[in-house]
């Protein structure tokens, strides 16, 4: 294995190499989707490309995570910390956008207009925070998980299990809206039952993590990016060149836009539809700034992006990582309402005010899989804006369709949707396995665990937390999407200020920084159960998909009273934090702490 | 078996790599530029945004501009700002003589 003279020098070729790996995998990948086009027109059924599609590109993953297997304990935390920043940058790319971002993004934006823009902006804006406050300082104390962190900057096992237990419930709900996304994609594209399909997901998450840790997710999530990013680009270009002759769709949908504004105030049967550009139509402006404040927090947050940043080189390339990690995500993001616009021009064009009898073809494609709904209330039999309904994940999935394109795109955004959702299950699944195994087993159960034995335990618990959150997805959880959102507003409440305040405010003790982990934690869900399910009415009409707007504060709140009623932290925990400061030079534990091993 | 190499690095018996006086002086520098990033950051991800309603009266290629800020403006300033950020830390690192080896 990895530990062999040759296998070393195989992985220094391929690492020196990545650039002729990665162009050859992506041409490669142009010839499969061009082989598909044709054997398309030679008559093979749309069936049997769906499963090329699904088949073919998880085995793909599949095999990146087989060659890339290890038995050292660093390759399997944090990759050999050997990841160049670009790479680094594209992995993170596909470790933050998952089903939700792929198939639900755009939909949400059609639906909602302005306001669903604080998605857009919550879900890009947190990286300016990762870089400046976290990346490169975490990266400089060298953990292998954020609790890590936690145990060392707050001295001790509580401050690493309130880490660990903050991380676990943020981390979990989040990757059981992956597995259910990922059951819905397979269930659709390769015709078996969702219960099935889920399952079938989840052997494509653990073929990828559970032999290489974080060095096989790493190079597969990079595999990942490309095909998503091709997936999501490629219909709506063709859609944009269609529509306006000109293929640059996030440029040109400006023209929709404006006929979309015209459309609206002009055609009968749109009567009723709301603004698309007007703010402030669905959330108020304290929910709209409320969303994005929480999402941006949450992002700097979640473990399973944090620590993308532990396997960078060096502290120079962590910031460098962050940057290329915008830029990736930042190219799904800025066409997304390109895709809200163009869809929604077809719509009030070709759709609303038509006679129901002759409908565009993919409104009935789409009405047969129930995700567009027709009725005809008043009975006229034209078509009204409150007589079309549609789903939000059918926007992004239907484009292929709505622009004509043959059946081999729409097996594309298919594969495009399955590597977003798998991507990110397998960087979620890696962190809570990786708490468990590392932070819980080896640091606090059993520190004189030797390499063979953290691993094995680290591959059985990967594999236990998988079946559990699959179990749970095939349930069938309602809500999953604001589950998502409930995710980010956790882990803010709960992390943020224990990891920003570590940094850089010296006098944090431990005592304040528990506090606050409790505090910002306990707020938050108190919330969010309270307002769910027990029906407490909202604080000044906060929904509760932004719960971390009275976590956060209270977490630092908290954290900063408590911290100035306990004595400073000592002069050996000042001169740690004085060295992850500084880039240049070695860790200086506090005496008593275990180097990390 | 010890698998990382921070540890191993450290030099002069884990002693700091500069003098308290260049740390401090490294270290406010370093400070003083996460301030601006992130009053940068308030304004491009909130601040603008409260303006959204009379932005939307200017047009550009058929963009309404309050929009468009939401959109895309924003996040090109969030891409541009990152890059510029490791830049300009990366030059303050070299100016203190505290970059990596």
Same mark, same amino acid.
């Given at each position: ?597 | ?36 990033? !992130?009053? $940068?950051?308030? %304004?491009?991800? @909130? ?6 309603? +009379? ?19 924003? !996040?090109? $300033?969030?891409? %541009?700002?990152? @890059? ?6 990366? +030059? ?10």
């Amino acid at each position: 294995m990895s530990d062999t003279p040759a296998a070393k020098a195989a992985s220094g070729d391929f690492l020196s190499n990545l650039g002729k790996v990665y162009g050859l995998y992506t041409g490669g990948f142009a010839g499969f989707v061009l082989v598909l086009a044709l054997l398309e027109q030679m008559g093979v059924p749309n069936q049997i490309i769906g499963y090329l599609f699904v088949f073919l590109t998880i085995g793909v993953y599949a095999l990146i995570g087989y060659l890339s297997r290890t038995a050292q304990v660093s390759e399997y935390y944090v990759a050999g910390r050997k990841v160049p920043a670009l790479y680094n940058g594209m992995a993170t790319g596909s470790d933050w956008m998952s089903a939700a971002s792929f198939i639900g993004m755009a939909g949400t934006l059609y639906l909602l207009g302005y306001d669903g823009l604080a998605f857009v902006l919550g879900w890009t804006g947190g990286y300016v925070l990762v870089a400046i406050l976290l990346a490169p300082y975490l990266r400089k104390f060298g953990a292998y998980t954020v609790p890590d962190f936690l145990g060392a900057r707050y001295g001790g096992n509580l401050a690493r299990l309130c880490g660990v237990i903050v991380l676990m419930s943020a981390s979990f709900t989040y990757v059981v809206a992956q597995i259910f996304g990922t059951g819905i994609i397979a269930s659709r594209f390769l015709g078996i039952s969702f219960e099935v399909a889920v399952f079938v997901g989840l052997a494509g998450i653990l073929v990828c993590s559970m032999l290489g840790g974080m060095r096989a997710v790493t190079w597969t999530q990079v595999a990942q990016y490309i095909i998503l990013i091709i997936a999501y680009l490629l219909p709506v270009v063709l859609l944009s060149a269609k529509v306006t002759g000109v293929p640059v769709p996030q440029l040109m949908y400006g023209q929709a836009l404006e006929q979309i504004e015209i459309l609206r105030t002009t055609k009968e049967a749109l009567a009723g539809a709301p603004s698309h550009i007007t703010p402030f139509t669905t959330y108020d402006p304290l929910n709209f700034f409320g969303l994005i404040f929480c999402l941006m927090i949450g992002t700097a947050s979640l473990p399973h992006i944090l620590m993308r940043y532990f396997t960078t080189p060096s502290v120079r390339d962590a910031r460098q990582s962050v940057a290329w990690s915008l830029f990736f995500i930042f190219l799904l993001y800025f066409t997304a309402p390109a895709y809200a616009a163009f869809a929604k021009l077809e719509v009030f064009t070709n759709v609303i005010g038509s006679p129901i009898a002759s409908l565009p073809d993919w409104v009935r494609i789409w009405s047969n899989i129930g995700l567009v709904r027709v009725t005809d209330m008043n009975g006229d039999g034209i078509l009204q804006f409150r007589e079309f309904v549609i789903n939000a994940d059918a926007i992004v999935l239907a484009t292929p369709e709505i622009a004509g394109l043959p059946y081999v795109i729409a097996g594309l955004v298919a594969a495009g949707g399955l590597a977003a959702a798998l991507s990110t299950a397998d960087g979620l699944l890696l962190a809570i396995a990786n708490a468990l195994s590392h932070d819980i087993y080896y640091r606090m159960i059993d520190p004189n665990a030797n390499a063979k034995r953290r691993l094995t335990m680290a591959r059985i618990l990967l594999v236990i937390v998988a079946i559990v959150a699959a179990w749970v997805a095939s349930t069938r959880p309602a809500g999953i999407l604001a589950m998502v959102a409930w995710a980010f507003s956790i882990a803010a409440s709960g992390l943020f200020p224990a990891l920003v305040m570590g940094v850089w405010w010296k006098r944090t003790t431990t005592a304040g920084a528990v506090a606050g982990m409790v505090a910002g934690y306990s707020v938050c869900l108190f919330y969010l159960i309270g307002t769910q399910y027990m029906g407490m009415p909202l604080w000044f009409g906060v929904r509760n998909i932004s719960c971390g707007l009275f976590g956060i504060p209270a977490a630092f709140l908290v954290t900063y009273v408590v911290s100035l009623m306990t004595p400073a932290p000592s002069a050996a925990m000042q001169d740690f934090i004085d060295s992850i400061r500084t880039p240049r030079g070695g860790v200086r534990l506090v005496a008593g702490e275990k180097a990390l091993d | 078996m010890p698998l990382v190499e921070d540890v191993k690095e450290s030099r002069g018996g884990g002693g700091p790599a500069i003098d308290k006086a260049t740390g401090d002086a490294y270290w406010s520098k370093t400070s003083s530029l996460m301030w601006t990033m !992130l009053v $940068i950051w308030l %304004v491009a991800g @909130f601040g603008i945004h409260f303006f959204a309603s +009379s932005l939307n009266a200017i047009k550009i290629l058929g963009f309404p501009l309050g929009f468009y800020m939401a959109a895309q403006g924003s !996040l090109i $300033i969030f891409v %541009v700002m990152l @890059f510029w950020f490791a830049k300009r830390q990366n +030059s303050i690192d070299e100016e203190f003589g505290v970059e990596e080896e």
